[in-house]
């Protein structure tokens, strides 16, 4: 039963390690494989989502967005906030520890107000911006921090290739939440904020990660310090790290490393994405979800522009574009058990919305 849970739990990771597998019957293993991983993404991300354990388990992110909460009045400009946390918590700890962090707010605080109707469009919407807020940091979502490394993609032109969709995505956002009817409500104090000493330090890990994202230092040094501090200030913390995430990477680069040494595999996507690979990506991510589609399409197609643009805006659309889809779908069933069929047609409307307009746009920008 327990690994049934954990394959229930983990299905993506579970789906690239048989694609792993199948692929290496057809491809041996060799010593080819070991220029198939990039072992700065996966130290980057670790040490992003230990630093993120950290403050999250002395409620740093908590604390933070429910004293923003606490100052809006009413249940517009609460949702409002909710969703902007999130948007804005993406781009700084990634789109799944956004999630995991804020939703339960949302859950909180429509709970205690009374207004849990507003439930599956709060969470719905936190989803799409925690999807679409990390397109603009390389860190904002697993994929970024492949891409943005695989193709040494200069920092000022990252931002530059997705300020638009960014920008766009905040307008529709921000309209469809303040369509929201406004009522006021209010919250009830809280326990004490957390611990100064603790937040400065987990603070300072946070920036010395974010630096070697943007490579002002060497990956290796946040891999010897972060794990050796958190040893002794926090080991849950590193018990906590989304091992099952690495994992996939890990899985998913021998998939993708294998399948760019089939020779028909490797001359029938670097024909279609050589026609149209912001399309193509995108309706990859809707089959096999966004980090994976990064990963395989990146080994047939320079391309990295409309590579980006389509495994960003590849996140919204069905449940499993993106693993945050599945976090906030589960969370959402917990709370609200027998539901789920609604929840799965209210997220499909507004989610195909926001993926018909971007690629719309996007297409026109080509």
């Known amino acids: 039963m327990r690994v049934l849970k954990f394959m229930k739990q983990n299905i993506v990771m579970c789906v690239a390690l048989v694609a792993a597998v199948v692929t290496s019957c057809i491809v041996p293993p060799d010593d ?43 249940t517009r400009l609460s949702i409002l906030v909710l969703v902007y946390i999130t948007f804005i918590g993406s781009m700084l700890i990634a789109n799944d520890m956004a999630l995991l962090t804020f939703l339960p707010l949302g859950y909180f605080v429509l709970s205690v107000t009374g207004q849990e109707k507003h439930m599956a469009f709060t969470f719905i919407m936190q989803n799409i911006a925690a999807n679409l807020g990390g397109m603009l940091t390389p860190f904002g979502n697993p ?46 104090e809280e326990k004490e904020p957390p611990h100064p000493f603790r937040t400065a330090l987990y603070l300072a890990l946070f920036v010395l990660s974010i630096a070697i994202v943007f490579r002002t230092i060497p990956y290796w040094i946040g891999l010897v310090v972060i794990p050796a501090v958190l040893l002794f200030a926090d080991r849950k913390a590193l018990k906590m790290v989304d091992y099952p995430l690495l994992l996939t990477f890990v899985f998913f680069f021998i998939f993708a490393g294998n399948m760019g040494r089939i020779g028909a595999v490797r001359e029938l996507f670097s024909g279609i994405l050589s026609k149209n690979t912001l399309l193509v ?24 522009r409309e590579l980006l643009w389509g495994v960003n805006i590849g996140g919204v659309g069905t449940l499993i574009a993106s693993l945050a889809s599945l976090i906030t779908f589960r969370e959402y069933v917990k709370h609200n058990p027998g539901k789920g069929l609604y929840y799965i047609g209210v997220f499909s409307a507004f989610n195909f919305g926001f993926l018909i307009v971007l690629t719309a746009l996007l297409s026109f920008f080509r």
């Open 281 to 304: 990506s995108v309706l990859s991510c809707q089959c096999i979800s966004n980090v994976p589609s990064a990963i395989l399409l990146s080994q047939f197609t320079d391309n990295y």
């Open 32 to 74: 080819t494989y070991l220029g198939y991983f990039d072992l700065k993404t996966l130290s980057c991300l670790f040490c992003v989502l230990a630093v993120v354990c950290a403050l999250k388990n002395i409620n740093f992110f908590y604390h933070l967005a429910r004293e923003v909460v606490r100052r809006c009045k009413t």
């Open 143 to 188: 994929q970024n921090l492949f891409l943005y490394t695989k193709f040494n993609i200069p920092n000022g032109e990252f931002v530059r290739i997705m300020a638009l969709p960014f920008a766009v995505s905040i307008v529709i956002i921000t309209v469809l939440c303040l369509l929201v009817k406004s009522e006021p409500l209010s919250l009830p």
